[in-house]
Nanobody, 124 residues
Framework: QVQLVESGGGLVHAGGSLRLSCAVS????????MGWFRQAPGKEREFVAA????????NYADSVKGRFTISRDNAKNTVYLQMNSLKPEDAAVYYC?????????????????WGQGTQVTVTS
């Protein structure tokens, strides 16, 4: 059974930073492409960032390029999302997702496993 557990969410002022973590257990972490998605109230879940299994390929939503960075530590079975220069529109529940396969995809249906989500609140 694969489990993903996010942490690191919280309340931050606009312009601030947070780092989300996602710990993965159950299978060989390095086999997964990892992604971050988010969902704000009343909106659909949207892609934020993704990283290939080796970390050599990353992809970002246009709305977060230059502000967010996805990284992974395969030795720790953990993927991170560093979020800088946060804006009120970044507020959402952030979900970590894992995909069996090496292709980086940006749609939620492409992912096989999901975490429970962590809340990020940004005040103006």
């Amino acid at each position: 059974q694969v489990q993903l557990v996010e942490s690191g969410g919280g309340l931050v002022h606009a312009g601030g930073s947070l780092r989300l973590s996602c710990a993965v257990s159950g299978r060989t972490f390095s086999s997964y492409t990892m992604g971050w998605f988010r969902q704000a109230p009343g909106k659909e879940r949207e892609f934020v960032a993704a990283s290939s299994w080796g970390g050599g390929t990353t992809n970002y939503a246009d709305s977060v390029k230059g502000r967010f960075t996805i990284s992974r530590d395969n030795a720790k079975n953990t993927v991170y999302l560093q979020m800088n220069s946060l804006k009120p529109e970044d507020a959402a529940v952030y979900y970590c997702a894992a995909r069996l396969g090496r292709t980086v995809v940006v749609v939620s249906v492409g992912y096989d496993y999901w975490g429970q989500g962590t809340q990020v609140t940004v005040t103006s």
